[in-house]
């Protein structure tokens, strides 16, 4: 099992990645992972540049929000991440994201349709979008968990995504092909009329 030193370190590296990738945009986003036998959550402070960011940062805090490590706030969105693990038990890692494709669905408030084998292997089928809540507000997570039912991540109402995994590493892969999908998909719109798999 990674320590929380190297769990640190993992969120700063991902996240930095991530920015570079095009997933994070300015210091907008955020991740974390939750160890859940101690009740503790690693997460992103809030307004933190990625390319300035350190492994001290990262906030250790538990899911009622008492902060039991770290001297930057953490996350805007702790609450969503804290509702999520609540909500979902085989979740231990949040990576929220402003993928742009992805979160352009998310404005319509519309499902990422199922085009790929990837959206069914690793996502567990097309992609929800979860009803609207104040961004911070714990009700952006309570929003989510239907939405994830059955799926490794939803859009967020005039938000952004959210990927989600056993591991920091599961939530990245899935944060990429949610975002991969939503692209091929609006891609394939633009030149013709998409073939959903569960029609073929
Ligand atoms: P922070 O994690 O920097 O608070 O980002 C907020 C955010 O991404 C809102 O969607």
Same mark, same amino acid.
């Given at each position: 099992?990674?320590?929380?030193?190297?769990?640190?370190?993992? %969120?700063?590296?991902?996240?930095?990645?991530?920015?570079?990738?095009?997933?994070?945009? +300015?210091?907008? +986003?955020?991740?974390?992972?939750?160890?859940?036998?101690?009740?503790?959550?690693?997460?992103?402070? #809030?307004?933190?540049?990625?390319?300035?960011?350190?492994?001290?940062? %990262?906030?250790?805090?538990?899911?009622?929000?008492?902060?039991?490590?770290?001297?930057?706030?953490?996350?805007?969105?702790?609450?969503?991440? !804290?509702?999520?693990?609540?909500?979902?038990?085989? *979740? =231990?890692? *949040?990576?929220?994201?402003?993928?742009?494709?992805? #979160?352009?669905?998310?404005? =319509?408030?519309? #499902? %990422?349709?199922?085009?790929?084998?990837? !959206?069914?292997?690793?996502?567990? +089928?097309? %992609?929800?979008?979860?009803?609207?809540?104040?961004?911070?507000?714990?009700?952006?997570?309570?929003? !989510?968990?239907?939405?994830?039912?059955?799926?490794?991540?939803? #859009?967020? !109402? =005039?938000?952004?995504?959210?990927?989600?995994?056993?591991?920091?590493?599961?939530?990245?892969? =899935?944060?990429?092909?949610?975002?991969? *999908?939503?692209?091929?998909?609006?891609?394939?719109?633009?030149? +013709?009329?998409?073939?959903?798999?569960?029609?073929?």
């Amino acid at each position: 099992m990674k320590t929380i030193t190297e769990l640190r370190q993992e %969120i700063v590296d991902r996240s930095l990645q991530a920015f570079h990738e095009g997933l994070f945009s +300015g210091t907008s +986003g955020n991740m974390s992972c939750y160890l859940r036998e101690e009740d503790l959550m690693l997460i992103t402070p #809030t307004s933190v540049r990625y390319d300035v960011m350190r492994a001290e940062d %990262i906030v250790v805090l538990r899911l009622d929000g008492t902060v039991v490590e770290g001297h930057l706030k953490p996350s805007s969105e702790w609450r969503m991440h !804290a509702a999520v693990y609540e909500g979902c038990p085989d *979740v =231990n890692a *949040v990576f929220h994201t402003h993928s742009p494709y992805a #979160t352009a669905f998310a404005v =319509n408030h519309q #499902t %990422i349709p199922a085009v790929l084998i990837e !959206a069914l292997v690793f996502l567990g +089928g097309d %992609i929800r979008c979860a009803d609207y809540a104040t961004p911070g507000t714990k009700e952006v997570g309570l929003n !989510a968990v239907p939405a994830l039912e059955g799926r490794r991540g939803c #859009t967020l !109402a =005039n938000h952004g995504v959210l990927a989600v995994g056993g591991d920091l590493a599961q939530a990245y892969l =899935n944060a990429e092909y949610i975002e991969d *999908v939503a692209k091929i998909y609006t891609i394939a719109r633009s030149v +013709g009329t998409p073939v959903e798999l569960k029609n073929l």
